[in-house]
């Protein structure tokens, strides 16, 4: 096949030539197919013609990536990596893909580098009357966050890119309503008794169907009692066997998982006396029903992996529609830890290294509101705790892989 006489292809990528003060000047089309570089070539012609006679803009002839679409097709080419340069995956992933279609519908033919806030809040109206019921102001502002995660990574490799910088530095104000957002602990149990009546739920399982929970009700009493979040929970192993190793327990202090983002911040928790009887009854549940696998909340389904946390979000869902209680939640767990902390005389700023927050408790306010006027605890008063079986409670079955 001959090319046209300033198409020329080298590797897999065609190139258009063209004349810049009487010298040759070869510009990527960034594509490997004839019929698409023979498009942007031909458009190239036309609109330079159509500037010369005062018509339009000539077009941007040697920008790396001309439009919004390209920055974003760049982030998701790379597996739409987080802050630390690390692929998402999973869920995560997912998530930003959908971000990055609804971002390319609305944004993509737009200049990377002259986004003003006018052209975001004409995005942002566009999108929430897409939403009629009134919903999406949360899902308009987590894509901002996709385009901002876009324009770091291009950044990153802005040789290869040409994005120096954000078009937008600061970002814009948020769609959704602050005085709207719910704090988790609109979600945590009401007290001590609740929390103890929903793991009591799980561990006292007397239908066939239930066969297996008895793993979320152990994670219901740790996660208030430690108050990591449900996916750091799930790093905890019985087979520790040093302060590196997320839940190793050396007698006083329950050794926690941290992440990079957590670093000076308390790596464990001191094993108050609340906490020592509800592990040792954990440790003795597992030895007898779950010996072979090595996690603190092992999966009924294997022996060498953790219950899975969507599994027990659906299943506190579950647990609380069946006991006739208000919708709890895994982070709402985490959030009755943070209040009993409070009611102990704990100030916010301690709470703050204890939970991986650096913000020395700004942000203990901002997810879990004010200082609540009652006292929590985390021994129930009505009943014996939970991990005691109560009279005529039927036996824990072992896991299936037991």
Same mark, same amino acid.
């Given at each position: 096949?001959?090319?046209?006489?300033?198409?020329?292809?080298? #590797?897999? =990528?065609y190139?258009?030539?063209?004349q !810049?003060n009487n010298? @040759?000047? +070869?510009t990527s089309l960034?594509?490997?197919s004839y019929?698409?570089?023979?498009?942007?070539?031909?458009e190239? $012609?036309t609109? /330079?013609v159509?500037?010369k006679?005062?018509?339009?803009? &000539?077009? $941007?002839?040697? !920008?790396?990536?001309?439009d919004?679409?390209s !920055?974003?097709?760049?982030?998701?080419?790379?597996?739409?990596?987080?802050?630390?340069?690390?692929?998402?995956?999973?869920? %995560?992933?997912q998530?930003?893909?959908? %971000?990055?279609?609804?971002l390319?519908?609305h944004?993509?033919?737009k200049?990377?580098r002259?986004l003003t806030?006018a052209? +975001?809040?004409r995005? &942002? @109206?566009k999108r929430?009357s897409?939403?009629?019921d009134g919903?999406?102001? $949360?899902?308009?502002?987590?894509?901002?966050?996709?385009?901002?995660?876009?324009?770091?990574h291009a950044?990153r490799?802005q040789?290869?890119t040409?994005?120096?910088?954000?078009? /937008?530095?600061?970002?814009?104000a948020?769609v959704?309503? =602050?005085?709207d957002?719910?704090h988790? $602990?609109?979600y945590?149990?009401?007290?001590?008794d609740e929390?103890?009546e929903?793991?009591?739920? *799980?561990?006292?399982?007397?239908?066939?169907i239930?066969?297996?929970s008895a793993? *979320?009700?152990?994670?219901t009493?740790?996660s208030?009692?430690?108050g990591?979040?449900c996916?750091?929970?799930?790093h905890?192993? =019985?087979?520790?066997?040093?302060?590196?190793e997320?839940?190793?327990?050396? #007698?006083d202090?329950?050794?926690?998982?941290?992440?990079k983002t957590?670093k000076?911040?308390?790596?464990?928790?001191?094993?108050?006396p609340e906490?020592r009887?509800?592990?040792?009854a954990h440790?003795?549940w597992k030895?007898?029903?779950?010996?072979?696998?090595? +996690?603190? *909340?092992?999966?009924?389904?294997s022996?060498?992996?953790?219950?899975?946390?969507s599994s027990?979000?659906h299943?506190?869902a579950?647990a609380? =529609?069946?006991? #006739?209680?208000?919708?709890r939640?895994?982070?709402g767990?985490?959030?009755?830890?943070?209040?009993?902390?409070?009611?102990k005389?704990?100030a916010?700023s301690?709470i703050? /290294?204890?939970?991986g927050h650096?913000?020395? #408790?700004?942000?203990?306010v901002?997810?879990?509101g004010?200082?609540?006027p009652?006292?929590?605890d985390?021994?129930?008063t009505?009943k014996?705790?939970? +991990?005691k079986?109560?009279e005529g409670?039927?036996?824990?079955a072992k896991?299936?892989f037991?």
């Open positions: 096949m001959k090319l046209p006489r300033n198409l020329i292809k080298r #590797g897999s =990528t190139y258009y030539r063209r !810049v010298k @040759d000047h +070869w960034r594509t490997g019929k698409e570089a023979k498009r942007l070539m031909d190239i $012609r609109r /330079l159509l500037a006679t005062g018509f339009g803009e &000539a077009p $941007r002839i040697g !920008v790396k990536m001309p919004v679409a !920055v974003l097709r760049f982030y998701q080419g790379a597996g739409c990596p987080r802050k630390n340069g690390k692929k998402r995956e999973g869920k %995560a992933l998530l930003e893909e959908n %971000a990055i279609k609804n390319t519908r944004l993509g033919a200049d990377p002259t806030p052209d +975001w809040q995005y &942002a @109206d929430l897409e939403y009629p919903r999406g102001a $949360r899902t308009i502002d987590l894509e901002w966050g996709t385009l901002s995660s876009a324009y770091r950044i490799y040789d290869e040409g994005i120096t910088q954000k078009p /937008l530095p600061e970002r814009p948020r959704r309503i =602050t005085e957002v719910n988790c $602990r609109q945590q149990p009401k007290d001590a929390l103890h929903i793991a009591r739920y *799980f561990l006292e399982r007397q239908e066939s239930r066969r297996g793993v *979320f009700g152990w994670l009493l740790l208030s009692m430690i990591q979040r996916s750091e929970m799930l905890l192993r =019985t087979d520790a066997s040093s302060p590196e997320p839940g190793y327990n050396d #007698g202090h329950l050794w926690l998982y941290r992440s957590h000076g911040t308390a790596p464990f928790i001191k094993i108050g906490l009887e509800c592990l040792a440790s003795a030895a007898d029903n779950s010996p072979l696998n090595p +996690w603190f *909340f092992p999966s009924p389904r022996t060498d992996k953790p219950v899975e946390k027990f979000q299943a506190l579950r609380c =529609t069946n006991l #006739g209680l208000p919708k939640s895994a982070h767990l985490r959030s009755y830890y943070v209040n009993v902390l409070r009611s005389g704990v916010d301690e703050a /290294l204890r939970i650096k913000t020395a #408790g700004k942000l203990i901002e997810t879990y004010e200082i609540l009652i006292k929590l985390w021994m129930p009505k014996d705790p939970a +991990w079986p109560s409670a039927a036996a824990i896991p299936a037991a």
